[in-house]
Each structure stands twice: as C-alpha cells, then as structure tokens.
C-alpha cells in the first residue's frame, strides 16, 4: 500500500559495496504521501547496540535473530515473504560477525538483533552459507567505524559517535528523535 512506501532521501546516502566486512548502507527515509514517517506509522524502530555480545562456548553461544524477505526456492508460499529466524553467534572477525541463523538471497540488509537484548548488533550482509562454501553466514557489525560515522552524519545525529570498534570499547551516540521519525 502507499500508505507504507517512503521515499529514499538520496542525498542522505552512505554506502560501502566491498564485499564481506565492508558491506552497508546508511540512508534517511522521506515521509510517504500522506505525510507519515516509517516510525509514525509503524510505532517502532530498532535500537542500535553500543556493545557486543560476549561469544561462550556452545551450546551457549548467543542468539540471533534475522527477519527479512529472503527467496526460498524449496517452498514458492514463502518466496519473497517475510520470515524469521533464530541461531547462534558463533565469531566476530575483524568488522564482521559470523552467525548460524538460516538465511537466503534477498535477506541482505536485515538487522541481525540479539535476541537477550532486542538491539541491532549487525546489518546482515551475505548469506547461503553451505551453497557458497562458507561455514558460517555474515553479518556487518553495528559498531563498524565507518558505519557508525555513516551513521552519525546522517541527518538528525547531530555529529555524535557511536561505540569506537568491535572490542566493545565505547562513546555511545545519544542520537537526537530526529534519526528515527523522519522530521
């Protein structure tokens, strides 16, 4: 519906295509033609984490979940669809976090959320894990730098900085109302 269609703000975009560990974009949604913001209407949005998850040994790794609209050859009812899932962070490699959670082309761009938290830890970014050769999915780490001073001077955060680096060491960003409800 229209009512749920915002505009991209193209000015405000970010991006880095440079495979896995450099891979995201930050932009700024424009209301819809009825003059609502995403958050307005939908009466949510995800908060960013400004530290990241201890890895323990399994079976106690931590979990996350991805919801995204991935295709899913094996089922055409949920090609495109939305669905979720949830699996275990397994490693984080340099700016990128490894994880388990099943996943399929289209996903890409889905917040890999913590699921003891509710906070955004990462941007999934390449999935397909077994097709691919790789033993684990991929994910961006929020607390990426360029991605947190994408993210920082995108319009609303006022030129504030989120965590430094993904040791966890931190000057979380108090980003104003603005980064999130469009205004």
Same mark, same amino acid.
Do not use: K
């Given at each position: 519906?229209?009512?749920?269609?915002?505009?991209?703000?193209?000015?405000?975009?970010?991006?880095?295509?440079?495979?896995?560990?450099?891979?995201?974009?930050?932009?700024?949604?424009?209301?819809?033609?009825?003059?609502?913001?995403?958050?307005?209407?939908?009466?949510?949005?995800?908060?960013?984490?400004?530290?990241?998850?201890?890895?323990?040994?399994?079976? *106690?790794?931590?979990?996350?979940? $991805? #919801?995204?609209?991935?295709?899913? &050859?094996?089922?055409?009812?949920?090609? +495109?669809?939305? /669905?979720?899932?949830?699996?275990?962070?397994?490693?984080?490699?340099?700016?990128?976090?490894?994880?388990?959670?099943?996943?399929?082309?289209?996903?890409?761009?889905?917040?890999?959320?913590?699921?003891?938290?509710?906070?955004?830890?990462?941007?999934?970014?390449?999935?397909?894990?077994?097709?691919?050769?790789?033993?684990? *999915?991929?994910?961006?780490?929020? $607390? #990426?730098?360029?991605?947190?001073? &994408?993210?920082?001077?995108?319009?609303? +955060?006022?030129? /504030?900085?989120?965590?430094?680096?993904?040791?966890?060491?931190?000057?979380?960003?108090?980003?104003?109302?603005?980064?999130?409800?469009?205004?």
């Amino acid at each position: 519906p229209v009512a749920d269609q915002y505009p991209v703000d193209q000015s405000s975009i970010w991006s880095l295509n440079n495979g896995i560990g450099a891979d995201w974009l930050v932009g700024r949604l424009h209301p819809n033609s009825t003059g609502q913001t995403a958050v307005g209407n939908q009466g949510a949005h995800f908060t960013l984490a400004t530290t990241l998850p201890l890895i323990l040994p399994p079976p *106690n790794n931590p979990v996350l979940r $991805l #919801t995204g609209f991935g295709v899913d &050859a094996n089922d055409p009812a949920y090609w +495109c669809a939305q /669905q979720t899932a949830t699996g275990p962070l397994t490693a984080y490699v340099n700016d990128y976090i490894e994880h388990l959670v099943e996943s399929a082309g289209g996903a890409s761009g889905a917040p890999m959320i913590n699921e003891a938290t509710g906070e955004v830890i990462g941007i999934h970014t390449h999935g397909g894990c077994a097709l691919a050769g790789y033993l684990n *999915n991929h994910a961006q780490s929020i $607390l #990426t730098p360029g991605l947190q001073i &994408a993210i920082s001077n995108t319009v609303g +955060c006022s030129n /504030q900085y989120l965590a430094s680096s993904t040791t966890g060491n931190s000057d979380p960003v108090t980003c104003d109302f603005q980064v999130f409800n469009g205004t």
